[in-house]
């Protein structure tokens, strides 16, 4: 999985610190999210008692759509680097050449 760590230095000299937090910390819930989720669908999956099962994939379809969410403010904080916070120009100066 790419953390997004490695980028983090390059991009840390244009954009808000706060930007990055933003993004960095819903991205650690996005991860969380999803972890205990998948947790839950396969207890699910391995359950044994009828009421039990019916629960936790009610709990797990509640966590996908959570999970969903949390995808959706990971991307439009990272979309506000790039595209408010301008994290791209980091990437687009030119390479310098060697001789």
């Known amino acids: ?3 997004g760590e490695a980028e983090e230095d390059r991009v ?3 954009v808000p610190r706060s930007a ?3 993004h960095e910390e819903s991205a650690e819930q996005f991860v969380w999210a999803t972890g205990v989720t998948l ?8 359950g044994g008692r009828p009421r039990a099962t019916r629960a936790l994939m009610a709990v797990a379809v509640v966590g996908t759509i959570v999970v969903g969410v949390l995808a959706l403010r990971v991307g439009h904080a990272g979309g506000a680097l790039v ?3 301008g994290a ?5 100066s030119p390479a310098p050449h060697s001789r």
């Open 12 to 14: 840390e000299r244009l």
């Open 88 to 92: 791209a120009a980091a990437y687009s």
């Open 1 to 3: 999985m790419n953390s």
């Open 20 to 22: 990055l937090h933003e």
């Open 39 to 46: 947790a839950l669908a396969g207890f699910a999956l391995v």
């Open 83 to 85: 595209y408010v916070h």
